[in-house]
């Protein structure tokens, strides 16, 4: 029988948490006037996920020793532990539980009803699922879908291209899943396929609590856990606009969207992305120049003889289609022919031409076979005036670069 004045809590901790075993055990110390007992308590895993059952058990040194009732309270809302054998308990954690570290008290109830608490080192770790959910679940792009294929991008204008976002339907991640680390990369290809520009941003999102402050709480926590997420902002867990600076004429703006494979969260699988591309609306006349080796196939005028140089030097105009962005294949031009520099007029050498120019280049790059953009060659029609001679049409086959 214990005496009027009994037990006082005294914490030693003798053990913490031993994250690389399979157990984690602490001891506490129990003393009255008479004796002193020390209890060994501990749970079964080092780590628990939601939905995981708790296995508790209490060791004492001294089995006749009156240390009282002896109870476990676990410090997740919800959770009772429930007998299961002498000095065994059971609890589940629950399925909405927050992550991170929950320790169990004992509560003593001695010989004359009175309660005393007794904090001890002895916790359990909540973990969350950390799975890597497929993005065509939750992953979208508002308010334009784009296309899969860069030579089928959607033609969008500079405005609405600026009010693209990923957005993330947060209800539709199972629930199981956990956080989910999403990186996002959008690179600026001009009309010739040289990359102007590359942006990364790095954003996190999980399926909601249905609790506003629960979900900010996981929020910050996974802002403070994890460097790269540091600069996130509350409502990139809905939606994330797409950054863009410089957006050149007709350029290709491709979104690409992966699963963050720095942070450990899974197997890396190549397949679970997506990509999205758009065009950059601009002018549907465009102004280019052009240099190109011509070859006179046949001229009006072929008895007054004319010395053709091996290069012509022109200012093109071009018709752009407002919906796919390529080129009419037939330009009008006007500048130098038959030079062998720009610098190269005289009698009976180049001159001045107009053109109507067949580029067959263009013909292949509309039917989306890649094509690089500069080279051109095909039939071109000039009316062709030269220095010293009298005018005359000329029919040419050539092939060029244009700038």
Request: net charge neutral; charged share 20%; proline share 5%.
């Amino acid at each position: 029988m214990l005496k009027s004045r009994i037990i006082e809590c005294i914490l030693l901790c003798v053990f913490g948490i031993l994250s690389t075993c399979a157990q984690s055990k602490t001891s506490v110390l129990i003393q009255s006037t008479d004796e002193d007992e020390r209890i060994d308590v501990s749970v079964d895993k080092s780590i628990y996920f939601p939905g995981d059952t708790v296995l508790f058990v209490i060791s004492r040194n001294d089995n006749t020793a009156p240390a009282g009732i002896i109870t476990p309270i676990l410090l997740i809302e919800g959770t009772t532990f429930k007998t299961v054998g002498r000095l065994r308990y059971v609890t589940v954690i629950p399925k909405n539980v927050t992550p991170g570290l929950y320790p169990i008290r004992l509560r003593v109830t001695d010989a004359m009803g009175r309660r005393f608490w007794y904090v001890t080192d002895c916790v359990v770790t909540v973990e969350e699922y950390q799975d890597v959910e497929q993005l065509t679940r939750y992953v979208t792009i508002v308010p334009e879908a784009g296309s899969s294929d860069i030579r089928t991008a959607v033609t969008l204008d500079r405005e609405q291209i600026r009010n693209l976002a990923v957005h993330f339907q947060r209800d539709s991640i199972r629930s199981y899943m956990g956080p989910q680390f999403v990186r996002i990369t959008t690179t600026v290809l001009l009309r010739d396929g040289v990359a102007a520009s590359s942006y990364e941003r790095r954003v996190v999102t999980f399926r909601s609590h249905g609790d506003r402050n629960k979900d900010r709480a996981m929020f910050i926590q996974y802002r403070t856990a994890y460097g790269p997420y540091a600069n996130i902002r509350p409502e990139e867990l809905e939606q994330v606009l797409v950054p863009v600076d410089s957006l050149p004429d007709w350029a290709i703006l491709g979104i690409h969207i992966e699963p963050d494979y720095t942070i450990k969260i899974g197997a890396v699988d190549r397949s679970n992305s997506m990509t999205q591309y758009y065009r950059v609306k601009g002018s549907i006349i465009e102004v280019g120049f052009a240099l190109a080796v011509p070859k006179v196939l046949f001229d009006t005028r072929a008895q007054d003889s004319v010395e053709y140089g091996n290069s012509s030097a022109m200012v093109r105009f071009y018709y752009v289609d407002p919906g796919s962005g390529n080129r009419f294949p037939v330009s009008g031009g006007i500048g130098m022919f038959g030079v062998n520099s720009p610098v190269d007029v005289g009698t009976g050498r180049g001159g001045f031409a107009l053109s109507m120019f067949l580029d067959m280049a263009e013909m292949i790059r509309i039917v989306n076979i890649g094509f690089t953009k500069k080279i051109n060659f095909g039939l071109e029609i000039d009316p062709f005036l030269p220095i010293g001679r009298k005018g005359r049409l000329l029919f040419v086959a050539q092939a060029g670069f244009t700038f």
